[in-house]
């Protein structure tokens, strides 16, 4: 098993589409998990932390499933300016400082 | 204020050669992470340092190694260039606690024929 796993997509969606993605992760032992956004050949910007309790700003909600060890993106009303590839990010456990992306989930939004 | 700078921005190496690459954190971070990414993959997790010593490494030949210095800068070397190395390495900086956010410089993209 990855260490975290994403479906890589394309999500192909139309202006306006609430759209959801999962990662998974395989180490119960990860205190921390981030979403960070890619825009093709530049650098990945963090777009929010993901807390225990979930967390929202604006349109993208963010939640935590420890035991199910996932956790989920889910943006509404989606612009066409959204359209990236979406990276889930885990600190891989509390003794190290090991940072494991998954692959990287693909998101078109069509006009 | 400058974000995480990385130099050069683009290089292109053949098999066998030494390839230095070079990182600047933001100002007030002590910690620095280096990954690579190859085309289609999400970034890999070479090495962390913080306060110039080693925190946390990947899974990556000897050929990778990389230092911190006093101004917190950071080098990743990268010995005995194979074909496979060529990717885009990431710098990343962050205050140092795990649960920090990490800021990402654009990135040096190595070419290896």
């Known amino acids: 098993r990855k260490e975290v796993e994403q479906d890589p997509g394309p999500f192909n969606v139309p202006e306006g589409a609430t759209v959801a993605f999962n990662c998974t992760y395989s180490?119960?032992?990860?205190?921390?998990f981030f979403w960070y956004r890619q825009d093709c050949r530049k650098e990945p910007k963090l777009l929010m932390s993901v807390y225990s309790s979930g967390n929202e700003d604006g349109r993208f909600t963010a939640q935590l499933n420890r035991a199910s060890q996932y956790i989920s993106l889910l943006i509404r009303d989606s612009k066409l300016s959204d359209s990236a590839t979406y990276l889930c990010?885990?600190?891989?456990?509390?003794?190290?400082?090991?940072?494991?992306f998954g692959t990287g989930t693909r998101l078109k939004v069509l006009a | 204020d400058a974000g995480v700078t990385q130099s050069p921005t683009h290089l292109i190496k053949t098999r066998g050669q030494h390839v230095t690459l070079r990182c600047s954190p933001i100002?007030?971070?002590?910690?620095v992470s280096w990954y690579q990414q190859v085309l289609g993959q999400g970034p890999q997790f070479i090495f962390q340092y913080y306060e110039k010593e080693e925190r946390g490494r990947g899974n990556f030949p000897d050929r990778f190694s990389a230092r911190q210095f006093p101004n917190y800068s950071s080098e990743l070397n990268v010995n005995a260039l194979l074909l496979g190395d060529s990717a885009l390495y990431l710098c990343?900086?962050?205050?140092?606690?795990?649960?920090?956010?990490?800021?990402f410089g654009a990135g040096t993209r190595l070419s290896v024929l």
């Open positions: 990343a900086s962050s205050l140092g606690s795990q649960k920090d956010i990490q800021y």
């Open positions: 180490n119960s032992a990860s205190q921390s």
């Open positions: 990010v885990v600190n891989w456990d509390s003794g190290t400082y090991k940072y494991i």
């Open positions: 100002s007030g971070h002590k910690s």
